[in-house]
């Protein structure tokens, strides 16, 4: 072995290398020259092995449980709230090796993929068969599906497909101890005692590491049409909303609201503009119809229009009439990160929040973030069908001190449990929400899951210092 890492015990890195082969061990530089994804802290650790089967991650998982090893599980790098970070002495398991579609049958709409296989390379394997996951991220060119699971990952669809939890099946994994947990059920109807599968799910990375997986898919619609509405208010939205979905002409697929700061700020950027469309609306919706005929689900957006324009004349719209309007319309809602070029780094939050609160809560997280300083204020966009809002502020990292941190926390997720919502819609806790889990969380919960973390993982050693604080664990 060239390198020596003195924080990792004597003889592990060469066990790593039998296990995996040395060419898929890397120290060092080595591991420096990889993507680092979207936290700068993702490859601390002093090694990062890449496995090819369950039974490698096996015995790595194995051998690092006897030396004490703590491992750190990575896919796409694509997790937001630092759930993939990682220190020296500790070890990065990549599951880009493990990228297999081992099966796509049509008839039982089934799918069974390693835990490495991308989101965007399993939409492909399907469109042939006319089938679709049922779960699209605009990370999908990058998410894995072990890296979703873990995460339960939510996307544009959750409200008619319901999130990852919903779309999962069966479920491969590796336990703390080195032991595979193995269910790859492919049927939806299973009564067969405790579904075990769901305390991995959304667990991120801490109880088990997925492996393998047996995924529903979905009929995928032979045409789709989508519009971008303005609408004088969120009553307006949500109307329409209810209108859209009780279509008479195909399916709702997507639901995407842009409050005006953030729409105006994008829109800006990528010089966006339409002939006769509002530009001083309060919120703005993208909604994507699926069917039989793109002539036909055209049609039903523009009846849409005309429906609603009855109560809410203010009402303005846009249909794409081609790819490229589709594509240029839909980069206003995903190109998120053009944020980030006038607000380096700004702290961002995820949310959900019932329907019938949806106005009052923005209203109130508006005010109140301004009430902490001067001209603060937030970028508000997300999931309007399933009430999941993506809210970034106006400040850099830099220039957003930790008590200013505090107070906007304070501000977004107060009450929030009594709403009926949720801190976290859909990025998971990581290392950066631990305190606003135990800050809302019922303390019930709280116990509950410091036991099951205490009972499969005893030794702390999958992804420590993440979803669970093991300081308030018990003895």
């Known amino acids: 072995m060239a390198e020596q890492d003195h924080s990792l015990p004597t003889g592990v890195l060469e066990a790593l290398a039998a296990i995996v082969g040395e060419a898929h061990l890397r120290l060092g530089e080595k591991i420096r020259e990889l993507d680092v994804g979207e936290d ?51 070890v990065v398991l990549s599951t880009r090796r493990m990228n297999r579609i081992e099966r796509l049958d049509p008839d039982e709409r089934v799918a069974v993929v390693e835990a490495g ?28 599906i072990g890296g979703m699971i873990s995460t339960n ?9 319901g999130v990852m939890r919903h779309r999962v099946l069966g479920l491969e994994a590796v336990l703390p101890d080195g032991s595979i947990y193995s269910d790859l059920t492919r049927v939806v109807k299973n009564a067969a005692g405790y579904d075990l599968k769901h305390l991995l799910i959304g667990a991120e990375g801490t109880l088990g590491i997925v492996t393998r997986a047996a995924l529903k898919l979905e009929p995928l619609p032979a045409a789709h049409a989508v ?61 994507s ?31 794409a009439g081609s790819l490229a309007q589709e594509q240029a319309i839909w980069r206003l809602r995903e190109e998120s990160g053009v944020i980030y070029r006038d ?53 850099s990292a830099e220039a957003t001190s930790a008590p200013v941190l505090a107070a906007v926390e304070g501000v977004l997720y107060d009450n929030i449990r009594a709403l009926g919502g949720s801190f ?40 420590p210092g993440k979803v669970v604080d093991v300081s308030r664990l018990p003895g």
């Open 343 to 395: 607000h380096p780094d700004a702290p961002s939050f995820d949310v959900s929040v019932p329907l019938s609160e949806l106005d009052a809560y923005v209203n109130r997280i508006t005010a109140g973030l301004a009430a902490i300083e001067e001209g603060l204020a937030p970028f508000v966009f997300g999931h309007l069908a399933d009430g999941n809002l993506h809210i970034m502020l106006n400040r």
């Open 117 to 144: 296989c991308g989101l965007q390379a399993l939409q492909e394997a399907a469109l042939p068969h006319r089938l679709d996951p049922g779960i699209d991220l605009a990370a999908r060119g990058t998410a894995t």
């Open 40 to 90: 700068p802290n993702n490859l601390g650790a002093s090694a990062l092995v890449s496995p090819a089967s369950t039974a490698e991650v096996a015995a790595v998982v194995a051998l690092c449980g006897r030396y004490g090893v703590p491992i750190v599980t990575h896919g796409g790098r694509t997790g937001l709230v630092g759930g993939g970070t990682s220190s020296p002495g500790e």
């Open 424 to 463: 976290s819609a859909e990025h998971g806790v990581g290392s950066k929400r631990i305190h606003a889990l135990y800050a809302t969380a019922d303390p019930v919960k709280l116990r509950l899951m410091q036991s099951v973390k205490q009972t499969l993982d005893p030794a702390g050693i999958l992804n």
């Open 227 to 287: 519009a971008l509405f303005g609408f004088p208010s969120v009553a307006a939205a949500l109307a329409t909303l209810r209108r859209a979905l009780a279509a008479g002409v195909g399916q709702l697929r997507a639901a995407e609201a842009m409050w005006a700061s953030y729409f105006h700020h994008v829109a800006r950027h990528f010089n966006w503009s339409a002939p006769g469309f509002d530009m001083s609306q309060a919120v703005y919706v993208i909604l």
């Open 289 to 319: 119809l699926g069917g039989a005929d793109e002539e036909s689900l055209q049609e039903e957006l523009a009846a849409i229009l005309v429906d609603l324009q009855c109560d809410h004349p203010q009402i303005t719209a846009v249909l």
């Open 153 to 161: 990952a939510g996307g544009i669809m959750a409200f008619r497909n």
